[in-house]
């Protein structure tokens, strides 16, 4: 997503940063670009038209610094305008002190509200709360239903009942109160925000459970009439924030800004995957960032980071520094991989990511025949997989449900990449994992990484690192082995 | 399919079209000069037309304006939507039957992303076909959407038509094949087959559907038609949707769906005017007949707030 508009800011954007002096004339030429760009993001053209002027005023007006080129200046220019749209920083999620903190989920048909629900449920369950879903769109057949198989997966309760939805959001809340659940996430039919009389039903929803927070769902592959939806939907219900869905599409997503800049709110939550866990806290620096050509590596680092076991990966860390890793912890690092999610999306998060590895074939169901496949093994050959013989083969390709061939492919990747990394540790202090590898990159790009050291970029992103920062260069990580399992593993088949 | 009646086509853009004519009142009377070309610029912009195909577009009646010495606003709006509609000639026949597969059992295939309405539209297609005397016969293909069988089966119920469903998480092309030896053996006219929703960037799905479509074209079966669904409120998105359905499935034709919106869904008009898939039906509204033929004259007055009457 926002790649084109990524590639026509940045094209344009490289062409004044190779002059020395800006000209009126310099800035109008960029200006167009930049119009033309975020038309063709689906930015709104009312939006356009007042992020452009913004910027020429800025940019010509002056706040003419020392430090910075002319070209310079207008990135930034542009980069300080994208954020004060999406917002300056994260919406910082604020639990009700008298439980429960009640969530409204408003927006058209088709957005995704259902299935935001429930990763909002998942997401409030990852922050140690307790919550309740409530179906009360009666509108759409078998919604709740939707709503329930997806609960079910998260073991997260349903409420609904039949008739009135505003009894039925109403009934969730004292279902609440009484049950002892700490979030309440009510989702609502989809509705056109032309039909007067489902807003007055979407707001008399909201009369009845007083929530702390309303956020309007938004696909972002929304066009121009993102703007009149928001304008409708904030009318009526106050919305506090944004859910952007389907960022995990080709869509450039200008819609994300028309909708913060009529609303005047943040975008709150990204979904970026078809799985549960793919539901993530919007970044708007970030994003900005994205826009103008540098990649989103913190999200991506975030995201790692929140799933990986420390310990785990560091254990097998050291076993294969040691020559000891074994398929166990090859199967171990696949799970975990798994579990971060959409693994394109992580892929499409990578600044600089060349289209054909953007594409490349993550395929879920590759790690699970490979977890089949390790699984068929007895514990001494998942340690020592050279003792494998045609017959041990033939067995574990019939225990796995696969064909002698893919286990040997199998093996053989094994052995590869227990050799490659090797060979990697062994060069350590000259050469990067990975993880480490983007995020120095970007630090590079924005010039904001704290004092230039390698690890700043990764030590700014996660107040975590600040300890893996103090480790000597060239020692292995966490971060290096995944990375580079996913480097090595996934798309390079 | 009948023809709907071109009053319910416009109602369902009047919204749309007041904002059009309120623009485009300022320029009555005058030469078109650039004021007049930037208001043209927004409004098709301003109608999800998109970048290109509005520059192309406005590049052409510029020519003509100059060559036929336009002075009058009126008469460069009807140059505009005469040339607009030069644009939207692809042949929109809905087929029946697969061409020069006699003895098949007709196959229509819906196909598209996430939250376009495939499913509702399926509901109000087979309530049409329903209604016409043709036993219909759905295939629950979205396998993964949670629920999405029972949607469908809701759908079934009302228009007596009959479902086939497989388990959740079952493969789509086992469940359409069903669907079709199902209606060969009972002698059904038409399988509609739903299929779950995909971002068309994920290449695996795009396999898997077009998987499914090969499966559906075998015999009994055979594809009549292949229906990309496309939401009104999409914007440029649509393209590299259009794009990426016809590459996977060949698509026959686009339905646009949720158009009693305040969208004018002008992203149709790109996906036929620079790839050629005509935009076949229109969803209105949400009862079972707001489903309606496209007309392209209607289509374009309303998106331009050209008066028809």
Known sequence: MFDTLTDRLSGTLRGLRGRGRMRPADVDEALAEIRLALLEADVNVAVVRRFVERVRERSIGGEVTASLTPGQQVTKIVNDELIDILGTSPLDVQFASKPPTVVLLAGLQGSGKT??????AQWCKSQGRNPLLVGADLQRPAAVEQLRTLARSIDVEVWSEAGDPVDCAAGGLS???????????????GRLAVDAELMTEVARISDAVEPHYTFLVVDAMVGQDAVATAETFHATLEVDGIILTKLDGDARGGAALSVAEVVGRPVAFASVGEKIDDFEQFHPDRMASRILGMGDVMTLIEKAERVYEQEEAEAAAQRLVEGTFTLDDFVDQLRQLRKMGNLQSIV????GVSDQVRNAEIDDDRITTAEAIVLSMTPA???SPEIIDASRRARIAAGSGTSSAQVSNLLKQFTQMRKMMGGMMGLGSKRRPAGRKAARKRGKSTGRAGGGSRTGGGGRATPKGASRTGKPAGKPSVADIDWDALDLKLPGR | MQAPTPATFSSGLASSRRTLRDRLASMNRRRPDETTWES???????????????????????TTAADQGIVDADELMHALAEGMRASLDADRTLHATAPEREGTTPVWLFVGVNGVGKTTTIG???????????????????TFRAAATDQLQTWADRCGAELIS?????????VVHDAVSAAAARGADVVLADTAGRLQNRKNLMDELAKVRRVADREPGAVAETLLVIDATTGQNGLSQARAFAEATDVTGVVLTKLDGSAKGGIVFAIEAELGLPVKLVGLGEGPDDLVDFEPDSYIDALLGVDAD
């Open chain 2, 166 to 174: 497989g388990s959740s998480g079952a493969d789509p092309s086992s």
């Open chain 1, 115 to 120: 299935t935001a629900a429930a990763k909002l």
């Open chain 1, 348 to 351: 499409s998060m990578m600044p």
């Open chain 2, 124 to 142: 109000k297609v087979g309530a049409r076909l329903s209604a016409q005397g043709q036993a219909v016969v759905m295939a629950a293909g979205d």
């Open chain 1, 175 to 189: 279902h609440a109160q009484q049950a002892g659940r700490d979030v309440l996430i009510v989702d609502t039919a």
């Open chain 1, 381 to 383: 050959e998942r340690v």
């Open chain 2, 40 to 62: 043209l610029e927004e409004a098709l912009l301003g109608a999800d037309v998109g970048v290109t195909t509005t520059m192309a577009t406005l590049e052409r009646l510029r």
